[in-house]
């Protein structure tokens, strides 16, 4: 059984940081490209940041410089550093395989609230 369990979400005010984590079951972890997505109010989820099992890593464009994914192999996790904030990264961030669709299994999320 699939399990994701994301957290560190919170308020923040612009320019400040979070650090997001992921708990995911070990079938999926060790050997899957994961990512981070979020989806905003009346908007698609997207992807934000992508690493692979061997730590290649890429980024969407407009959080390219301020946010870094990392993963740490033997406690199963995934993280968000975000920095630099901005209200328009408000959302609620989920993680989970790189390849994800909508009818996948997906976690609860974390949500992320920046003020200006």
């Known amino acids: 059984q699939v399990q994701l369990v994301e957290s560190g979400g919170g308020l923040v005010q612009a320019g400040g940081s979070l650090r997001l984590s992921c708990a995911a079951s070990g079938s999926i972890f060790r050997f899957t490209a994961m990512a981070w997505f979020r989806q905003a109010p009346t908007k698609q989820r997207e992807l934000v940041a992508a690493i692979t099992g061997g730590g290649s890593t890429n980024y969407a464009d407009s959080v390219k410089g301020r946010f870094t994914i990392s993963r740490d192999i033997a406690k199963n996790t995934v993280y968000l550093q975000m920095n630099n904030l901005k209200p328009e990264d408000t959302a609620v961030y989920y993680c989970?395989?790189?390849?994800?669709?909508?009818?996948?299994?997906w976690g609860q999320g974390t949500q992320v609230t920046v003020s200006s």
């Open positions: 989970n395989k790189r390849t994800a669709s909508a009818s996948d299994y």
